[in-house]
């Protein structure tokens, strides 16, 4: 069953952030959630599958693995919340709900991805499915509504997701998460981990320029939806790595001057100035333990993946 979030849109609309984003002084910069749209979330998950990008394929070995322990450590479960919704999540439930009937709330803005994820989880015995259309915090609050007295609820937040926040807003972030739980109730955060660059770079800048569309896509979906004439051969795409804030930035350039114009609005950009479109973090395996600590939560466990450095946390919450 699939629970519309109705009226829940809380921020801007895409063309004023569009506005507020290319309008600034300084670094050009537009919030990475509007990337995934239906054909941004389609090129996302190609981006799962090129044998540079580590990431998703680490956190499905972890959740393999270690699924059995990590459904034991909280043992009354009654409800696993999802931010966002996925494939990997099949091996948990499974786990979950090899005792116990489970109910899972998979949280997501776009219906299409929601609808993609009912069908893949209907076959699980034990488990009932009550997906929420709505923002994460939204969804999470209306999900715990239904936590019957005695049981426990589990949030789920996968693939580094976390990673797209800067520090400090992350843990605000953590810190709602917890607001809207009770002691005992499971976080199990997934933090991809620090690694050289010449395995780091490859996984935001592959060489078959699956992620380069990816980005791009985003200037596409501003022309159609908001009626803006982006030239797409005279940007580029790039992907570097900030040592300072310990992040992949991706970036938007533009190869020479131009304007740009947005329904009434023009924009100029300067030759090599950068719009820019996405952060991923990159963690070091204690820092997931000291966020815990700040946010109301304690690190109950942790299991990092030999091969993609990438760490699997299961918060607790105090
Ligand atoms: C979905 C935010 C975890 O940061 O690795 C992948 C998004 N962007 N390649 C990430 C992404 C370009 C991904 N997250």
Redesign the pocket.
């Given at each position: 069953m699939l629970i519309r979030g109705g009226a829940t849109q809380t921020g801007n609309s895409f063309a004023e952030d569009v506005s507020a984003g290319l309008g600034r002084p300084g670094q050009k910069e537009l919030p990475?959630k509007y990337?995934y749209d239906d054909v941004g979330s389609a090129l996302?998950e190609v981006?799962?599958k090129l044998p540079e990008?580590g990431?998703t394929r680490a956190e499905e070995r972890i959740l393999r693995r270690h699924s059995d322990e990590i459904a034991e450590q909280l043992p009354a479960q009654g409800i696993v919340v999802e931010l966002g919704s996925g494939r990997k999540t099949r091996r948990i439930l499974e786990a979950l709900a090899q005792h116990q009937f489970t109910t899972y709330c998979p949280i997501e803005i776009s219906s299409t991805a929601l609808e993609s994820c009912e069908r893949e989880l209907d076959d699980l015995p034990n488990v009932s499915i009550l997906g929420f259309e709505t923002e994460y915090l939204d969804g999470l609050n209306k999900a715990v509504l239904r936590r019957r007295a005695g049981l426990g609820v589990m949030v789920l937040f996968l693939?580094?997701?976390i990673?797209?926040f800067d520090r400090s807003p992350g843990e605000d972030f953590l810190r709602k998460i917890r607001e809207a739980l009770q002691p005992g109730d499971g976080l199990l955060l997934g933090t991809?981990l620090e690694k050289p660059l010449d395995q780091l770079i490859p996984?935001?800048d592959d060489p078959l320029g699956v992620?380069a569309v990816?980005?791009t896509n985003l200037l596409v979906r501003i022309n159609r939806e908001l009626g803006g004439d982006f030239d797409l051969p005279r940007f580029e795409h790039v992907?570097l790595y900030n040592a300072r804030d310990r992040r992949?930035e991706?970036h938007l350039r533009s190869i020479e001057n131009q304007s740009i114009t947005i329904g009434r609005e023009q924009f100029s950009f300067q030759r090599d100035e950068t719009i820019w479109t996405?952060?991923?973090h990159k963690y070091r395996r204690h820092e997931a333990l000291e966020m815990a600590e700040r946010t109301g939560f304690k690190c109950a466990a942790q299991w990092v993946d030999d091969e993609w450095p990438f760490a699997e946390n299961l918060l607790v919450a105090v």
């Amino acid at each position: 069953m699939l629970i519309r979030g109705g009226a829940t849109q809380t921020g801007n609309s895409f063309a004023e952030d569009v506005s507020a984003g290319l309008g600034r002084p300084g670094q050009k910069e537009l919030p990475s959630k509007y990337l995934y749209d239906d054909v941004g979330s389609a090129l996302f998950e190609v981006i799962t599958k090129l044998p540079e990008y580590g990431l998703t394929r680490a956190e499905e070995r972890i959740l393999r693995r270690h699924s059995d322990e990590i459904a034991e450590q909280l043992p009354a479960q009654g409800i696993v919340v999802e931010l966002g919704s996925g494939r990997k999540t099949r091996r948990i439930l499974e786990a979950l709900a090899q005792h116990q009937f489970t109910t899972y709330c998979p949280i997501e803005i776009s219906s299409t991805a929601l609808e993609s994820c009912e069908r893949e989880l209907d076959d699980l015995p034990n488990v009932s499915i009550l997906g929420f259309e709505t923002e994460y915090l939204d969804g999470l609050n209306k999900a715990v509504l239904r936590r019957r007295a005695g049981l426990g609820v589990m949030v789920l937040f996968l693939g580094s997701s976390i990673g797209n926040f800067d520090r400090s807003p992350g843990e605000d972030f953590l810190r709602k998460i917890r607001e809207a739980l009770q002691p005992g109730d499971g976080l199990l955060l997934g933090t991809d981990l620090e690694k050289p660059l010449d395995q780091l770079i490859p996984a935001y800048d592959d060489p078959l320029g699956v992620t380069a569309v990816f980005n791009t896509n985003l200037l596409v979906r501003i022309n159609r939806e908001l009626g803006g004439d982006f030239d797409l051969p005279r940007f580029e795409h790039v992907a570097l790595y900030n040592a300072r804030d310990r992040r992949i930035e991706m970036h938007l350039r533009s190869i020479e001057n131009q304007s740009i114009t947005i329904g009434r609005e023009q924009f100029s950009f300067q030759r090599d100035e950068t719009i820019w479109t996405e952060s991923s973090h990159k963690y070091r395996r204690h820092e997931a333990l000291e966020m815990a600590e700040r946010t109301g939560f304690k690190c109950a466990a942790q299991w990092v993946d030999d091969e993609w450095p990438f760490a699997e946390n299961l918060l607790v919450a105090v």
